[in-house]
């Protein structure tokens, strides 16, 4: 019985020696750091739509749709935090799509790293860094029939119309209320494809009009609002038979769907809206040179090495705490691309970096490029000078879409910041709620200086400003800031004032007397949509002139 005793006891030494041998080794093999550092921002993607978000087979069965096969692309950058296409339903219209935003309703989530069972529509909205729409097709699709005995296509052509018509009402509406609760949301919209390519060619004529018209309604809903259409129709009828393999059934096969997402991924991949905007900066310390700096990357341990490139050629490497380094002997009239990667200490590197273009001009004051799409822009000056200001921004993808419409809420925003209004009050608009709390506390001071006039206590933050419109907020600022209203000397040369009253000509009088803004060929276009240059040039000169006058 002792020698047993003393047998068991031996054993168990032997055991727990062993585990504080293994053990040990265990957790150093789990704490082994191979996380690589990054500027990513992982992102909420949300779906919204119809039967194709949802992923229907060619078998009417439910699988992997676009937007899964999305969710994975953002996965394998390291780039995805949730993804939920729960709001995305078989059958759904537009109209339905615009009524679960309304209702705000509550649906089971379908999609990864969510603990919840469940998700409200508009907290998801809210949430979301990245949204994608497909709903439209199944609006006109009853309309469309076909005669089973003759084979003749039959379509209501009237109400065809006015339900192309509806489509496009109802993404102006869909949009705003996604602008309303998430303005700084990336929102991509799917255009469709022809689901009938196996119908006779007598009827392929009828049914390219009617996809036409479709699509044609949908970007027309999406003017003027951060939606980016994306076309599908050519990519999929280039090899139909693959892509909708069964002829009686509208969805896509597996490779029909990822060729979409392919068609997502091109308008996505280069906004980088997962990326840090301005990771990476230049300024213009002195001749022949030019200082970047940068925001620190993120690590699970520590990042403790930085390294600069030009090109493909490491010009350094700086410790972890620095976040500026300074780039001599640069030559005149050259462009130079110079990015940052970050390395922890366990030697890994970040994989997508920061990168800024900078161009040395004659007078060796390097200039950086700051936008991709005004390089023969006519506003090009004003835009680039507006940009430095800090008075109006441009977009994750390194463009500043110059020709698209500014809304109520974007010129507010402007002429605030141009200002540097601010104010403790609160605006009484009841349509502000859900916007950011930077843009409200420009609304409030916009409001508060008179700049701004409400209807009906509601702001209408999405609607599209026009000339006039933005005409009387400058000429409000100058009389709120001044403590006197501008009374032009002169009415202002233009034909086609109309019957704008006499503050509105009064106005735009004043923008014309300070050469703040001119007309075209006598007209002034008073009641045109006021694009992003345009508002740029107009703020630009207001503000040189305000700061000579006061």
């Known amino acids: 019985m002792v020698k047993s005793k003393f047998k068991f006891r031996m054993l ?102 969510f603990e919840e069972k469940t998700a409200k529509l ?77 119908m006779s060619e007598d009827l392929q004529p009828l049914l390219k009009q009617l996809l036409d018209m479709l699509n044609k309604a949908i970007t027309t809903g999406l003017v003027g609002t951060q939606a980016i259409f994306v076309p599908t129709g050519d990519v999929i009828a280039s090899d139909y038979k693959t892509y909708l393999p069964n002829p009686g059934n509208i969805h896509l096969s597996e490779a029909g769907y990822k060729k979409v997402t392919e068609q997502f991924w091109a308008n996505m991949l280069p906004a980088n809206t997962w990326i840090t905007g301005g990771s990476l900066v230049a300024d213009a310390p002195g001749p022949n040179s030019v200082k970047l700096n940068w925001q620190p990357a993120s690590d699970n341990v520590a990042v403790t090495s930085y390294e600069i490139y030009s090109g493909e050629e490491k010009l350094a490497t700086v410790a972890g705490n620095i976040t500026t380094y300074k780039v001599e002997n640069l030559t005149a009239n050259t462009t130079y691309v110079f990015s940052v990667m970050a390395v922890d200490q366990a030697g890994n590197k970040s994989v997508h970096n920061p990168i800024i273009s900078v161009t040395v001009a004659d007078s ?80 409030n001071a916009a409001y508060k200086y008179g700049i701004i006039k409400g209807n009906k206590g509601n702001f209408n933050p999405t609607d599209l400003v026009t000339r006039a419109q933005l005409a009387l907020m400058i000429e409000r600022a100058y009389g709120s800031i001044t403590g006197k209203a501008y009374k032009a000397s002169t009415k202002a040369p233009y034909s086609d004032f109309g019957n704008y009253n006499a503050e509105v000509v009064n106005a735009i009088s004043m923008l014309h007397e300070l050469d703040v803004a001119t007309g075209f060929e006598g007209k002034f276009m008073p009641s045109s949509s006021t694009t992003r240059a345009q508002a740029a040039k107009m703020i630009v000169n207001f503000i040189s002139i305000f700061k000579q006058t006061n």
């Open 12 to 113: 168990f030494v032997i055991a727990l020696m062993i585990q504080m041998i293994v053990v040990p080794y265990r957790f150093a093999a789990a704490e082994i750091d191979t996380s690589a550092p990054s500027w990513m921002l992982p992102i909420d993607y949300l779906a919204i739509g119809d039967s194709l978000a949802a992923g229907v087979t060619p078998n009417n069965e439910l699988g992997k749709g676009y937007a899964d096969f999305l969710a994975v692309s953002m996965m394998e950058i390291g780039a995805l935090k949730t993804y939920n296409k729960g709001f995305s339903y078989p059958g759904y219209k537009t109209t339905d799509v615009l009524n679960d935003i309304k209702l705000n309703v509550t649906k089971d989530i379908q999609g990864i790293g």
């Open 122 to 198: 508009q907290q998801s909205i809210k949430d979301a860094e990245v949204i994608t729409i497909s709903a439209g097709a199944n609006d006109i699709l009853p309309h469309f029939k076909q005669d089973p005995t003759t084979g003749k296509a039959i379509i209501d052509q009237k109400m065809a119309l006015t339900t192309l018509q509806q489509v496009g009402t109802n993404y102006k509406s869909i949009m705003a209320q996604i602008n309303e609760i998430n303005p700084d949301a990336q929102v991509y919209v799917m255009g469709y494809y022809n689901p009938f390519p196996y």
């Open 364 to 443: 060796s004051t390097p200039t950086p490029i700051l936008f991709s799409d005004i390089a023969n822009h006519g506003l090009k000056n004003y835009i680039e000078h507006a940009a430095v200001a800090g008075i109006i921004g441009g977009y994750p993808d390194g463009t500043f879409k110059p020709d698209q419409n500014l809304t109520r809420v974007q010129a507010a925003t402007i002429i605030v910041r141009a200002l540097g209004l601010k104010t403790d009050e609160v605006a009484p608009f009841g349509d502000i709620g859900n916007y950011a709390d930077k843009t409200k506390a420009d609304i």
